[in-house]
T-cell receptor
Framework: DGGITQSPKYLFRKEGQNVTLSCEQN?????MYWYRQDPGQGLRLIYY???????QKGDIAEGYSVSREKKESFPLTVTSAQKNPTAFYLC???????????FGPGTRLTVT | GQQLNQSPQSMFIQEGEDVSMNCTSS?????WLWYKQDPGEGPVLLIA?????ELTSNGRLTAQFGITRKDSFLNISASIPSDVGIYFC???????????FGPGTRLSVLP
């Protein structure tokens, strides 16, 4: 079964701790993306990667970091520098940049 | 930067009614996409449109790529309770690089 998996579904952390959100895809897609969604809001792009070992900042990259060491995996680290990290985080992938994106089920992060 | 506007922002309809929503921009797009997001889940791709004037259906859903390439429309016929959710439009720009999401239309279906 091809798809995108994100784990865990719910994540709780204390303020000041870094946390890494997992995103894996077995669709053989080159491009991967991270979005943030706040309650009642749309999607805001955090980072994206068109190819392994390369990634670019999106609209709200401050306080986040990513890596793309493997085609299948694009983990997102929410650092302690992110002022308001509590949100719903969505990972997506596409065959290449500019093609339709397919989304994972999301991870809801709560920082207290 | 490029922006997409969706209207209405939210709508409440009776079960069985038809629904229309649209997505507009001041820029030209080469591809229009419609997604549905259920509460607490990731968006699911419903329909993709690649050519100006194209009309595509997926069950009770029908979407159109506007002739000006600056808008797209989504219609849902005979709504049912599971149609509840947020409908996002997305566009890929003329250069085939920028992928832009609209703010969403929140649909509620009353029994």
């Amino acid at each position: 079964d091809g798809g995108i998996t994100q784990s865990p579904k719910y994540l709780f952390r204390k303020e000041g701790q870094n946390v890494t959100l997992s995103c894996e895809q077995n669709l053989n897609h080159d491009a991967m993306y991270w979005y943030r969604q706040d309650p009642g809001q749309g999607l805001r792009l955090i980072y994206y990667s068109q190819i392994v070992n390369d990634f670019q900042k999106g609209d709200i990259a401050e306080g986040y970091s990513v890596s793309r060491e493997k085609k299948e995996s694009f983990p997102l680290t929410v650092t302690s520098a992110q002022k308001n990290p509590t949100a719903f985080y969505l990972c997506a992938s596409s065959i290449a940049e500019g093609y339709e994106q397919y989304f994972g089920p999301g991870t809801r992060l709560t920082v207290t | 930067g490029q922006q997409l506007n969706q209207s209405p922002q939210s709508m409440f309809i009776q079960e069985g009614e038809d629904v229309s929503m649209n997505c507009t921009s001041s820029s030209i797009f080469n591809t229009w996409l419609w997604y549905k997001q259920d509460p607490g889940e990731g968006p699911v791709l419903l329909i993709a449109l690649y050519k100006a004037g194209e009309l595509t259906s997926n069950g009770r859903l029908t979407a159109q790529f506007g002739i000006t390439r600056k808008d797209s429309f989504l219609n849902i016929s005979a709504s049912i309770p599971s149609d509840v959710g947020i409908y996002f439009c997305a566009g890929v720009d003329n250069y085939g690089q920028n992928f832009v999401f609209g703010p969403g239309t929140r649909l509620s279906v009353l029994p």
